[in-house]
């Protein structure tokens, strides 16, 4: 079965930036979209922003301007760079297919402190 593994959370200051990572055992060529997720404590997991095939991307208004998805067909991986971050942004961040298709991986904390 598809297994999805993120990486490259951690602590970091406001307006810091991170890169995650979420790697694949599929070709990602082959799904439309795939995007990032995160869940805060308390809240229910959102969808903060889509790969579409073609290089075209979606955003969520909260981190719009400040987070880019970007996608590496060859790796099997797909990235989220977060920049300008928020004390608002800490969350375990997770990668799926949109509608959600596979199992969830274990996903990557995302913590912003000062």
């Known amino acids: 079965q598809v297994q999805l593994v993120e990486s490259g959370g951690g602590l970091v200051q406001p307006g810091g930036s991170l890169r995650l990572s979420c790697a694949a055992s599929v070709a990602i060529f082959t799904i439309n979209r795939l995007g990032w997720y995160r869940q805060a404590p308390g809240k229910e997991r959102e969808l903060v922003a889509v790969s579409l095939s073609g290089a075209v991307a979606n955003y969520a208004d909260s981190v719009k301007g400040r987070f880019t998805i970007s996608r590496d067909n060859l790796k099997n991986t797909l990235y989220l760079q977060m920049n300008s971050l928020k004390p608002e942004d800490t969350a375990v961040y997770y990668c799926?297919?949109?509608?959600?298709?596979?199992?969830w991986g274990q996903g990557t904390q995302v913590t912003v402190s000062s």
């Open positions: 799926n297919t949109d509608p959600i298709k596979l199992r």
